[in-house]
């Protein structure tokens, strides 16, 4: 069923290991263009891997609902969809008009490199600008090590961004948490300690 009319262009913010409103640029950089759509999609092949456990669902929903909130007091839920990224967007593409795709540049494993090869493909096939910001030392594309140390200190040297004062949201029902025997993957009693900064991202590495 389509959704209702936006009051303009659609700008999708894809959560992946970056749950978080604070020092998040393509949050901040999205708000500042029209209403946003932050998305966290749970993926199959992500939840299946060998390195995905029951502990890391468990405190990755913690994750998603401490976001959940704190998107909601700025103006908007998040919405959770399951299924492979390409078709999860494909389908929201087709029932709102998206103005742009805004992400963290991410390191992962082969899998999540793979996936970001053919979300890039789904974009550029539909002349849909994705933007990729970065949000650690990793430098992509660079040949050889010439300027690597220089983009380093910057990046690292940045001040945090605080999070932007308030968002526009779209009529996309938010969905909700979903369980680890709704999502197929094995729950254990094992429980990974919360980090000084709990909410800046789940620690493991397929996402």
Known sequence: ?????????VQL???KKDLRVADHAPLREAAAR??????FI???????????????LTYLNDCLRELDENLRRLGTPLVLLQGEAVEVLEG??????????WAHQETGNGVS???DRRVRAWTRARGLPLTELPQNGVVRGMKNRDGWADAWEERLGTPPLPAPERLCGTSVPPCR??????LGVEPDNKIIPPAANRWAGPPWIPS
């Open 34 to 39: 029209g209403p946003v759509l932050p998305l």
């Open 42 to 56: 749970y993926e199959p092949e992500q939840l299946g891997h060998e390195e995905f456990t029951g502990q890391h």
């Open 92 to 101: 929201l593409s087709r029932e709102l008009p998206l103005g742009g795709v």
């Open 113 to 115: 490199f793979a996936r």
């Open 13 to 15: 913010v894809w959560f």
């Open 177 to 182: 948490i979903m369980s680890h025997a709704e």
């Open 1 to 9: 069923m389509p959704f209702s009319a936006q009051p303009g262009p």
